[in-house]
């Protein structure tokens, strides 16, 4: 699941150590590319109240905030200067390395205590040395999209992989905001405008 609420409290994905059966992943196969969205929605398609959650940041672009949490959660870099580069590391890993924002320059947007400074050259390579934060987030650089996905899993297995869970599926629907008059719902595949004249 992404989000787009940015605070050090609303991971961008999350990850559960689900076992998929033979037949859901038959169903899932099958399934149209919306359903399938749907499905992975930890929103739309509520976990069991007590399952294990991790919060993952995936910081995409330049701009994207990158925060410091209660909880050591891990981190992904996601870059193209010159090929798809990648970078995993945990929140305190990467505390030691970026140090907090910049106070000469406050941060903008929510908690902007909480934020870290981006790795300078990370989106945009310049000529010249290579600044040192950079090189210190070399142990962290992967190979790939699939052996991140495989690191992933490796450290959120519960009580054997190396991070502890970020909270439950309780706790994160209590986390995120829910409007206190909620709209009503449309089809899906219906344009609002196209909804009211069919009903």
């Known amino acids: 699941m992404l989000t787009m609420l940015y605070s050090s409290r609303y991971p961008d994905m999350l990850y559960t ?8 992943r038959e169903c899932f196969a099958t399934d149209t590319q919306r359903a399938r969205y749907l499905k992975c929605n930890a929103l739309i398609n509520p976990l069991p109240e007590d399952t294990p959650l991790y919060a993952v940041q995936y910081i995409g672009y330049s ?6 949490t209660t909880i050591n959660s891990l981190v992904i870099f996601a870059t193209k200067v010159i090929t ?4 995993l590391c945990t929140t305190e890993q990467l505390e030691g390395i ?3 924002w910049n106070k000469r320059w406050p941060a903008e947007g929510p908690e ?11 989106w945009k390579r310049q000529a010249g040395p290579i600044p040192p934060e950079l090189l210190q987030l070399n142990p962290f650089k992967v190979a790939s999209a699939q052996v991140l996905y495989q690191e992933v899993v490796r450290r959120c297995v519960p009580i054997v992989g190396e991070m502890a869970p970020t909270f ?14 909620p ?6 595949g219906a344009t609002p405008a196209r909804a009211t004249e069919e009903a």
């Open 112 to 122: 902007p205590k909480a934020r870290l400074n981006q790795p300078p050259q990370m």
């Open 17 to 24: 150590h689900f076992l998929w059966t033979n037949a859901d």
């Open 168 to 181: 439950t599926a309780r706790e994160l629907r209590e986390i995120v905001p829910r409007p206190r008059q």
């Open 98 to 100: 970026l140090k907090p």
């Open 84 to 87: 798809p580069t990648y970078y």
């Open 63 to 68: 701009s994207c905030p990158t925060y410091t």
């Open 183 to 188: 709209e009503d719902g449309i089809m899906l």
